[in-house]
């Protein structure tokens, strides 16, 4: 099949998208990003260009223009996994004898770590005036994802018989439908008592343990807002977002506990197992840190 980019979308781009979705069986949403990245791409081609012609300095020319324009390094890395996975496709269809994008190298992307907020700035944070539903819900939020250091989906994703008030323990079903259990500490175990018995009186779709007033399970981006909100309401003068008080939980128990493996586990980290050759910390070790740690794992909290 020849290559005419210059009467629209490469006709192998379309062969492509086809690979992708019928051999490779990538997902939807993989196959749209693919196929996004590609096409931006041919808007740079000088007119005589065709994928099946380009060279190595012709791509790294394009992606420059691209860093250039504004792309991120993170959106560049995905540009460039993009058309390095094009032409692995070209290759195996003998299209090409080499792929011009195999020793590419993208902008390196900065990893600065979020900025956590102090002891204080959370604990003012959780000290709202909860005098309504909406608020008592949004108070139990905010400790559990302090107190459990839980990534939004976590949270979101949770029923009420995950909580297991007996044992102070939450059950998560982390990435990779990985489940593993947290402590949860006893000001949160406090604030979720009093929403569930405000949550009886609702009429609920579902098992969710975080509902609107309707019955329906907290949305993600409702969270979000709702956290901003509380944020703004406690004059913090920071965003509050689910990943800082993530990354607060997990900073504030390495500066008392100093056990990276503990906090690591409590977080669910996935590369814990496949980074390391050891035994698999038992929860009762678990929680010996995390109560020993953890600013309110006991009650009263921080002073």
């Given at each position: 099949?020849?290559?005419?980019?210059?009467?629209?979308?490469?006709?192998?781009?379309?062969?492509?998208?086809r690979?992708?979705?019928?051999?490779?069986?990538?997902?939807?949403?993989?196959?749209?990003?693919?196929?996004?990245?590609?096409?931006?791409?041919?808007?740079?081609?000088?007119?005589?260009?065709?994928?099946?012609?380009?060279?190595?300095?012709?791509?790294?020319?394009?992606?420059?223009?691209l860093?250039?324009?504004?792309?991120?390094?993170?959106?560049?890395?995905?540009?460039?996994?993009?058309?390095?996975?094009?032409?692995?496709?070209?290759?195996?269809?003998?299209?090409?004898s080499?792929?011009?994008?195999?020793?590419?190298?993208?902008?390196?992307?900065?990893?600065?770590?979020?900025?956590?907020?102090?002891?204080?700035?959370?604990?003012h944070?959780?000290?709202?005036?909860?005098?309504?539903?909406?608020?008592?819900?949004?108070?139990?939020?905010?400790?559990?994802?302090?107190?459990?250091?839980?990534?939004?989906?976590?949270?979101?994703?949770?029923?009420?018989?995950?909580?297991?008030?007996?044992?102070?323990?939450?059950?998560?079903?982390?990435?990779?439908?990985?489940?593993?259990?947290?402590?949860?500490?006893?000001?949160?175990?406090?604030?979720?008592?009093?929403?569930?018995?405000?949550?009886?009186?609702?009429?609920?779709?579902?098992?969710?343990?975080?509902?609107?007033?309707?019955?329906?399970?907290?949305?993600?981006?409702?969270i979000?807002?709702?956290?901003?909100?509380?944020?703004?309401?406690q004059?913090?003068?920071?965003?509050?977002?689910?990943?800082?008080?993530?990354?607060?939980?997990?900073?504030?128990?390495?500066?008392?506990?100093?056990?990276?493996?503990?906090?690591q586990?409590?977080?669910?980290?996935?590369?814990?197992?496949?980074?390391?050759?050891?035994?698999?910390?038992?929860?009762?070790?678990?929680?010996?840190?995390?109560?020993?740690?953890?600013?309110?794992?006991?009650?009263?909290?921080?002073?």
């Amino acid at each position: 099949m020849a290559d005419n980019v210059s009467s629209g979308t490469s006709p192998w781009l379309i062969d492509f998208e086809r690979y992708l979705k019928t051999e490779r069986q990538v997902s939807a949403y993989t196959v749209r990003n693919y196929l996004f990245e590609l096409k931006r791409v041919e808007t740079l081609f000088s007119v005589n260009d065709s994928w099946l012609d380009l060279q190595h300095e012709s791509l790294q020319a394009i992606l420059a223009k691209l860093h250039r324009q504004g792309l991120s390094p993170r959106s560049l890395s995905l540009t460039l996994s993009s058309i390095k996975q094009f032409f692995d496709f070209l290759l195996r269809e003998q299209q090409i004898s080499v792929n011009p994008a195999l020793n590419l190298r993208s902008p390196k992307q900065g990893k600065p770590l979020p900025k956590n907020m102090d002891i204080d700035s959370v604990t003012h944070l959780l000290e709202i005036d909860a005098n309504d539903p909406l608020s008592y819900r949004d108070k139990a939020i905010m400790e559990l994802f302090y107190s459990s250091g839980l990534r939004l989906a976590e949270l979101a994703a949770l029923d009420v018989v995950d909580i297991k008030f007996s044992q102070a323990q939450v059950k998560v079903l982390g990435k990779g439908s990985k489940e593993r259990i947290v402590p949860i500490g006893k000001l949160a175990l406090v604030a979720i008592t009093q929403w569930l018995d405000i949550r009886r009186a609702i009429a609920c779709e579902d098992d969710a343990l975080f509902v609107t007033a309707k019955g329906r399970r907290l949305a993600h981006r409702s969270i979000q807002a709702r956290l901003a909100k509380w944020g703004q309401e406690q004059t913090l003068g920071i965003k509050v977002h689910p990943h800082k008080l993530r990354h607060s939980f997990a900073t504030h128990m390495l500066e008392s506990s100093a056990d990276l493996r503990a906090v690591q586990e409590l977080l669910g980290h996935a590369n814990l197992s496949t980074t390391q050759i050891y035994t698999s910390l038992d929860f009762q070790h678990l929680a010996k840190v995390y109560d020993g740690a953890h600013p309110r794992a006991k009650k009263g909290g921080h002073k």
